[in-house]
């Protein structure tokens, strides 16, 4: 049988040479093509090959009836529709090493044409004006970077730094004093970052968590006359209030690689002379498009062949006979790693998960992974897969522990995730209710019934009279309707909690009149 393989970006020779060479592969470039001209010819293809351009739609995805395959020469796989892709049985793998120095050195060209305002004094002179006083720049040898996100890129845009005579203080929920420590750069939660940074760059994923997580209030906090970078992901800044706080002179000047939306030609922040910009040039280095086309052409290659694969970003590898026994648990074990992650403080240092009941007969083996899926995901987004999750925690210096026990608390079968951060220990229990489904039973020593989906509120308070009205009230004068209220406590009059299910996300602005009500300690806002 031969394979078909639509390539629908421009993707390295020296990668698809691997895919030609292979004897019973057909490679067929076709760039530039609209989502309706996808959809018309995607049904030909077992294997369909993009960077960072092609949309793969829902509605292209629909029409993909005989894709095995889907391989992203790059990082980020937000131009693909994931959930559609796995609703299909059609693999999603990416190449998410081979462009990180690349994208590492491009950050690094930025920050200092950013400092001596190279762009700007060459469009000068290009227009024919010798003007040397316009262009008096600063020095970045003892200033501060700020990095927030310290995974592959951070990391490398940090060693860069430090010959550069810069301190290094960065931002990563997987980032340990001790880590920061190894690393040589200063441990620093998110506002000490932004209040102490000269320059900040963002190397993130773009997740509903860092959507816009540089916005009008970090603006607020940091220095007057810091420099901002974002080669990362467009919308991780909220571009309106990076312009805003540009013009009021907040931000002496900024460098961009990406926007929310793309090709940004004609955006108003490229007016502001203050801005410099690229576009999305981080990967387009020669070395960089060789080793991602490399890479996803292997990985291609394997998923056509049916042979494993090392960067699935969807599918499970899991033997059919285990598969049906664990699968059962396999919402509840994912979502308990999700609430976790999201209920807890600090970065995160171990996790801990125990097996109990029916379950210490299986092989839960897949169900922890799903567990450390569900941590995971929650900072790192759509590249957490089972298959990666293990290796992703270890490469995070995560520890993982997972033990089988007899005590179940009377239930048929329990697990429970415990996670230590670097500020406290959280412990959630779920349980699956033959009949009734999955049940988060327990949050750290208080015993509750809640089912884990939906938009969750996680108060934490004081047991008083009146506090369960007052939270009922103020969501009611906001038009949020409680679906389901669960309060455990330690205590009568003691420490309490409160989930609460709702029936849409509750915005931050009510989250916040939320805290600051009498007798409530803390509130978080949790999505399963
Ligand atoms: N401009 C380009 O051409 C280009 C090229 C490659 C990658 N990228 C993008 O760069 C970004 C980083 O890529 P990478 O390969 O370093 O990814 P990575 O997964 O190695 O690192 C991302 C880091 O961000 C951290 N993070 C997640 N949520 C956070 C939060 N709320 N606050 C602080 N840190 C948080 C994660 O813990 C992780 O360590 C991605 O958005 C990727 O798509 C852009
Ligand atoms: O394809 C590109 O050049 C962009 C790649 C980059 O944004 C990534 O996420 O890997």
């Known amino acids: 049988m031969t394979y078909k393989v639509l390539v629908s970006d421009p993707v390295s020779e020296e990668g698809l040479k691997i895919l030609r060479e292979a004897a019973h592969v057909e490679v067929v470039q076709q760039t530039g093509l609209s989502e309706e001209e996808l959809a018309n010819v995607i049904g030909q293809y077992d294997a369909l090959i993009v960077r960072s351009q092609t949309q793969v739609t829902a ?190 002179g907040k931000v002496a000047g900024a460098a961009l690689d990406v926007f929310e939306e793309e090709p940004a030609t004609h955006h108003r922040l490229l007016e502001l002379d203050q801005v410099i910009a690229t576009p999305h040039l981080g990967a387009s280095t020669k070395e960089a498009q060789k080793n991602v086309a490399i890479d996803v052409c292997h990985e291609v290659l394997k998923a056509l062949e049916d042979q494993p694969v090392k960067n699935a970003v969807n599918l499970p590898s899991i033997p059919a006979h285990i598969f049906k026994k664990v699968e059962p648990y396999f919402l509840l074990s994912e979502r308990l790693g999700s609430f976790v992650a999201q209920a807890a403080v600090g970065a995160v240092k171990e996790i801990h998960i125990s097996y109990a009941g029916e379950l210490t007969d299986l092989d839960v083996g897949p169900l922890t992974r799903n567990v450390i899926k569900g941590v995971l995901s929650y900072h790192l987004g759509l590249q957490v897969n089972q298959v990666n999750a293990p290796y992703l925690a270890k490469q995070r210096e995560v520890q993982i522990n997972e033990q089988k026990t007899s005590s179940s608390g009377g239930f048929t079968n329990l697990i429970e995730v415990r996670l230590v951060t670097t500020q406290e220990t959280k412990r959630v229990a779920g349980t699956l209710l033959n009949g009734y489904g999955a049940r988060i039973v327990k949050v750290d020593q208080y015993s509750i019934d809640v089912e884990p989906t939906g938009h969750l509120i996680y108060v934490r308070h004081y047991d008083r009279p009146g506090v369960i009205g007052r939270v009922g009230t103020l969501l009611g004068s906001h038009d949020v309707n409680i679906a389901t209220m669960q309060v455990g406590r330690s205590d009568v009059g003691g420490d309490a909690i409160m989930m609460l299910t709702v029936d849409k996300p509750v915005s931050k602005e009510v989250l916040d009149q939320l805290s600051d009500l009498p007798e409530i300690k803390s509130v978080i806002e949790i999505d399963l």
């Not at 395959?69 to 131009?79: F, L, P, Q, S, W």
């Not at 005579?165 to 920061?180: F, R, S």
């Not at 320059?199 to 993130?204: L, N, R």
């Open 59 to 248: 509605k292209v995805i629909e029409r993909a009836d005989r894709l095995k395959v889907i391989g992203r020469a790059g990082v980020g796989v937000d131009n693909i529709d994931l959930p559609s892709a796995t609703a299909k049985g059609i693999m999603v793998v990416n190449a998410p090493d081979g462009n990180t120095i690349s994208t590492a050195e491009h950050t690094f060209s930025m920050l200092m044409a950013l400092a001596r305002r190279i762009p700007q004094a060459y469009l000068k002179l290009k227009q024919h004006i010798w003007d040397r006083k316009a262009f008096v720049g600063v020095e970045l040898n003892g200033k501060t970077l700020g990095i927030i996100g310290l995974g592959r890129i951070g990391t490398e845009v940090a060693k860069r730094a430090k010959a550069f005579n810069m301190t290094v203080i960065a931002y990563d929920p997987y980032l340990t004093p001790e880590k920061a420590e190894k690393l040589g750069v200063h441990y620093g939660q998110l506002n000490d970052v932004l209040k102490q940074a000269d320059f900040i760059t963002v190397h993130t994923p773009l997740l509903k968590e860092t959507r816009h997580m540089i916005s009008h209030d970090q603006f607020k906090l940091m220095k007057d006359g810091v420099y901002i970078l974002n080669c990362a992901r467009g919308g991780i800044i909220d571009e309106d209030a990076l312009y805003e706080a540009i013009i009021t």
